[in-house]
């Protein structure tokens, strides 16, 4: 079947296969939903206008993402009123949210339409561009004394593209400027009708940054929207910068690197837009604060604590709010389900200027997305994998409570600069470290009275069994996984835990304590080198695919996996 001139490269049936027994659901909130019942008229209201800009930012993603998104998507949705077989190949598309996308099991990425494949800076440039011809335009362009708009070509919010023989930058706000309007309308209204007044003006802010080709009013925007702990709603114009694998190729070019740092120009990977809407739920935030309140003392005890600035802190305080939420709409960004589904984030990033500014950071947890969690399986992984004193540890809330310190520990150690500075490595070892400040300092937590020993004794077996246990080798580099495959080798070596001739796993519970104290230490020696070199020289020790980790993920893959998602969404 052709789809705009394009066959799609997979049979009915295999298509079918992927969308049923390989899909699983994240349902998301409805109108009977207690979280909305719950909620003041005016912000029920609100809600619904801010579902309305949540679906306008994903056509800006799919833009974003390829310039075949739009078209190819179109032409799905009328051929999907007719052919079972093209709705189910939209169903695919949605899940993915373009025509093509990593499922996290595979070696080669999903690529739903022959001929159609993905490009290494996405369609933030231009799609035959590589880092070599990058490189030498740039130099070319600063030779030119065109300092300025290479400025604008390497920053987080520019679509570019060729002017002749030269590229040109055009802002977001340009570029997509129909789609912001009305996205700043819808975020008006909602702003109208909500009740809360930090919330009003919070939107008033987003719609404004949306509006205006001025970074000054993303910095006020983030500030007010990282200020909100007790709004009933809750809204995120999410822009993180994982997609673009262009940008960050610059880095291995250390003389290129110099001449940007002589004119003062970082280079940042373009940001890729989302949208989230919900309801704040007041239980699991209480739960949140909990944690949150001992990140200073946290601070103090990040290894060598006193080579860098720390951004938060005794003098700094602690700019950080933290909300646990029922989720009504997951677009754009947060809906590019390559491998994976988001289940909490901290925001800004750290190349967002905002932080410079004096501005905090906001962390969300999807309840949604943490609760659709695949359960089914657990009991044959334990049976098969797992020594059966450990058996009562597993428990998946306790993953939750290691995401919790994940989170948090993105928020420690040393700043932006010494992680962008490690080039392509800088999402796997940022992710890396932020797991890594979890584990090391989750025994603070059992020492504050927040968490028992027997409950850090669970966090310590569920994280090992949920993550470190790996469906299959991260080969797109995806940095979350990657940074598992390190923990894993790291701890295994160190003799945190191993296993046994029936191959089951064994734990020295006091040795994963010492072995996560360790490995964080040597992170962020990584983070402080600034070297790409030495960070590469540390993922190669440590991303080795053992002949364990090939058993378990074979059993694993035994058991039916469902590297699909569907995201539910009502409003
Ligand atoms: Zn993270």
């Not at 989720?327 to 909490?344: E, K, P, Q, W």
């Not at 659709?372 to 004193?389: D, G, M, W, Y």
């Amino acid at each position: 079947m052709k789809i705009n001139g394009f066959k799609i490269n997979y049979s009915a049936a295999e298509i079918k296969k992927k969308v049923t027994e390989q899909m699983r659901q994240v349902v998301l909130i409805d109108s009977n939903s207690e979280a909305y019942k719950n909620l003041a008229q005016g912000d029920k209201k609100a809600l619904q206008y801010l579902v309305n800009a949540a679906r306008i930012i994903n056509d800006v993603a799919l833009e974003m993402d390829h310039p075949m998104n739009l078209v190819q998507k179109q032409a799905l949705e009328v051929a999907a009123e007719k052919s079972p077989y093209a709705a189910n190949t939209l169903r695919l598309f949605n899940s993915l949210n373009g025509v093509a996308g990593s499922n996290g099991i595979d070696k080669e990425p999903v690529e739903i339409f022959e001929g159609i494949h993905q490009f290494v800076g996405r369609n933030f440039y231009p799609t035959d561009m590589d880092s070599t011809e990058l490189r030498t335009t740039i130099n070319k362009m600063l030779d030119a004394g065109k300092v300025d708009e290479v400025r604008k070509i390497l920053s987080a919010r520019t679509m570019v593209r060729r002017d002749g023989d030269l590229l040109k930058a055009i802002d977001y706000t340009e570029y997509f400027a129909d789609e912001f309007a009305e996205i700043a309308n819808e975020l008006e209204c909602a702003a109208h009708f909500a009740t809360d007044e930090l919330f009003k003006d919070y939107l008033g802010w987003q719609a404004q940054a949306l509006l205006q080709n001025n970074e000054e009013m993303d910095i006020l925007a983030d500030k007010h929207w990282a200020e909100m702990q007790n709004t009933q709603l809750e809204f995120t114009l999410s822009r993180e910068n994982y997609d673009d694998h262009l940008t960050p190729q610059l880095f291995s070019d250390q003389e290129l690197c110099a001449r940007l740092s002589e004119l003062n120009i970082n280079p940042v990977p373009k940001d890729m837009l989302g949208i989230r809407v919900g309801v704040v739920n007041k239980e699991g935030t209480d739960l949140l604060l909990k944690f949150k309140h001992e990140m200073t003392k946290l601070a103090a005890l990040m290894p060598y604590a006193d080579k860098y600035e720390q951004n938060v802190g005794a003098e700094k305080g602690l700019k950080q709010t933290m909300v646990d939420v029922d989720i009504a709409a997951l677009s754009g960004d947060y809906a590019l389900c390559r491998g994976g589904i988001t289940l909490a984030q901290n925001l800004p990033n750290n190349d967002k200027p905002s932080l410079a500014h004096g501005g905090g950071r906001r962390n969300v947890y999807h309840r949604q997305v943490r609760h659709s969690a695949e359960s089914e399986n657990t009991q044959k992984i334990l049976q098969k994998l797992v020594s059966p004193e450990l058996h009562q540890y597993y428990d998946n809330e306790y993953d939750h409570i290691f995401t919790i310190g994940h989170e948090n520990g993105h928020s420690l150690g040393p700043d932006s600069s010494y992680q962008t500075a490690l080039g392509i490595y800088q999402h796997i070892i940022e992710e890396h470290k932020a797991d890594m400040v979890s584990a090391a300092m989750m025994p603070e937590y059992v020492k504050a009275g927040i968490i028992t020993a027997e409950e850090l004794k669970s966090i310590y077996v569920t994280w090992i069994v949920k993550r470190h246990f790996m469906k299959a080798y991260p080969s797109d580099m995806e940095a979350h996984r990657m940074a598992d495959l390190i923990e894993y080798n790291y701890l295994r070596e160190y003799g945190a835990f191993g296993f046994d001739a029936d191959k089951k796993l064994h734990i020295d519970f006091a040795k994963m304590q010492s072995g996560s104290r360790s490995l964080l230490e040597k992170i962020i020696e990584v983070q402080l080198s600034k070297s790409p070199e030495f960070a590469k020289q540390f993922v190669d020790r440590w991303t080795e695919w053992g002949e364990m980790l090939q058993y378990i993920s074979d059993f694993k893959q035994s058991l039916g996996i469902r590297p699909y998602i569907e995201i539910k969404t009502y409003f």
